[in-house]
């Protein structure tokens, strides 16, 4: 299995700012993913963090709203640029290996709220 | 459009009674179903899940059905307790498709009574 610890657990920001949540996964895995979970609706997969490179986007999703690194195999970021009341939700880091079981973890979530 | 229906929204059960979730999908190609349980201001956590090859999975009191002529799939709690009381998802994934490209149903909110 896999821990999955992210930072900040919940923010308040003004529009127009941009916040960085970090994801710190306690084993190494070969995969990590953002997801969205808007309030009372599913989880969107935003993206794929790719180690070393430029992460995979969703349709929907674009870099310079959400830009990502992943610098090494158990660290990301997801940055939300310029942010507006549209973008208050929860965002989520998951993670998991590639294999037989496919299990996909996630964080606990990073609350976020635009004023 | 919603790759995977969800329902209901929303349910309450008394305790020791059974609560059962269901969901549809029209895409053909998804190829594992997970359910998964997420308690308030905690992430997601996998609870079970399934492979069309087999039409049923039980670990302890939940058990996922699975009807691939139907493309229904469902989520049964035997003998429900307060502490399941939580948000279950359905998700599918696409056979081929990386491991986290998960399409979630909108969830449904359990209530068990005690």
């Known amino acids: 299995s896999a821990v999955i610890s992210q930072k900040p657990s919940r923010d308040i920001c003004q529009r127009g700012t941009s916040l960085t949540i970090q994801c710190q996964v306690d084993?190494?895995?070969?995969?990590m993913f953002w997801y969205r979970q808007q309030p009372g609706q599913s989880l969107t997969l935003i993206a794929t963090a790719n180690q070393g490179s430029e992460a995979t986007y969703e349709s929907g999703f674009v870099i310079d709203k959400f830009p990502i690194s992943r610098p090494n195999l158990t660290f990301s970021t997801l940055t939300v640029s310029n942010m507006s009341p549209e973008d208050s939700s929860i965002y989520l880091c998951?993670?998991?290996?590639?294999?037989?079981?496919?299990?996909?973890?996630f964080g606990e979530g990073s609350r976020l709220t635009v004023l | 459009q919603q790759q995977v229906k969800q329902s209901p929204q929303s349910l309450i059960v008394q305790k020791g009674g059974i609560s059962i979730i269901n969901c549809a999908y029209e895409n053909t190609a998804f190829d594992y179903f997970p359910w998964y349980q997420q308690f308030p201001g905690k992430g997601p956590a996998l609870l079970i899940a399934?492979?069309?090859?087999?039409s049923e999975k039980k670990e302890g009191r939940f058990t996922i059905s699975f009807n691939k002529s139907a493309k229904q799939f469902s989520l049964h709690i035997m003998d429900s307790q307060p502490g399941d009381s939580a948000t279950y998802f359905c998700a599918a994934r696409l056979r081929g498709s990386t491991l986290g490209r998960l399409y979630f149903g909108r969830g449904t909110q359990l209530t068990v009574w005690p």
């Open positions: 084993s190494q895995v070969t995969m």
């Open positions: 998951s993670a998991g290996t590639s294999g037989n079981t496919g299990e996909l973890f």
């Open positions: 399934i492979r069309p090859d087999v």
